[in-house]
């Protein structure tokens, strides 16, 4: 009996079934390739706020202290009189440049115990968020919320009381509801929110 087609039906068979899965390892391999690419979002809000907390420095060290030497302080009316932003106004003046650019991503201060109310929580994930890293500064805390279409990746780190002035002016500050800040205390914490996939 000629087994010839036979072989050719089995070695045919088992050449497409050869293929097929060598494509389906690669087509996977490449995939968990792409993944292992692509930036977490923790890593991406450790960048922001890496920026942030630097350029907030930048500013205090480099400028603030500087023009201070020369009579020019920062203070909280320096929209209308002679003077320049807070550090504190600065980064929340730069977060609300970013969030008209309306891309789903914006940062600002906050607080549990705000000056002003309008630093306060927006959301029961920033109120959980700020209380996390008020008990525990060292970790920032992450959620996701949905705002419309969009999934937003959120993160909180804590803000702690670096320097004495941190304290001295927010326990002077009039509008301030906190008066017993000390020096390493958390005093708020910085709000990362930009759009992950769906
Ligand atoms: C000279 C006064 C002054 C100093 C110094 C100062 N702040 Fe503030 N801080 C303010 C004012 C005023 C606001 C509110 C600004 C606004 O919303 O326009 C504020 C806002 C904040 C907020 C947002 C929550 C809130 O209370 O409204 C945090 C958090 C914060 N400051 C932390 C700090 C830290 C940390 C330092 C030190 C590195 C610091 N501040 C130094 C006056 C000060």
Redesign the pocket.
């Known amino acids: 009996m000629d087994n010839k087609p036979l072989l050719w039906v089995l070695g045919g068979g088992a050449f497409a079934f050869t293929a097929v899965v060598a494509y389906w390892i690669f087509a996977i391999t490449l995939a968990n390739h792409l993944k292992s690419d692509q930036v977490s979002p923790q890593k991406t809000a450790e960048f922001v706020h890496a920026i942030l907390e630097a350029n907030r420095n930048n500013y205090t060290d480099n400028v603030v202290v500087k023009l201070s030497r020369d009579g020019i302080e920062a ?2 009316h320096w929209r209308d009189e002679r003077g320049v932003p ?4 600065f980064l ?1 003046e730069s977060g609300r440049l970013v969030a008209v650019k309306d891309l789903g991503f914006s940062f600002r ?3 549990l115990t ?3 109310a ?2 306060g929580a927006n959301s029961d994930l920033e109120r959980v968020g700020l209380a996390a890293v008020q008990q525990d500064p060292s970790q920032p805390h992450y959620g996701i919320v949905r705002r419309g279409e969009l999934r937003l990746f959120q993160a909180v780190y804590a ?5 004495q ?2 304290v001295d ?2 326990n002077r ?1 009039p509008n301030s509801p906190r008066r017993d800040f000390k020096l390493n205390d958390v ?2 914490g910085i709000i990362i929110t930009f759009p992950i996939g769906s």
Do not use: K
């Open positions: 203070h909280e807070l550090p504190a106004q929340l201060l906050a607080s705000p000056i002003y309008w630093n803000d702690r009381a670096v320097s002035a941190c002016c927010h500050h005093m708020g």
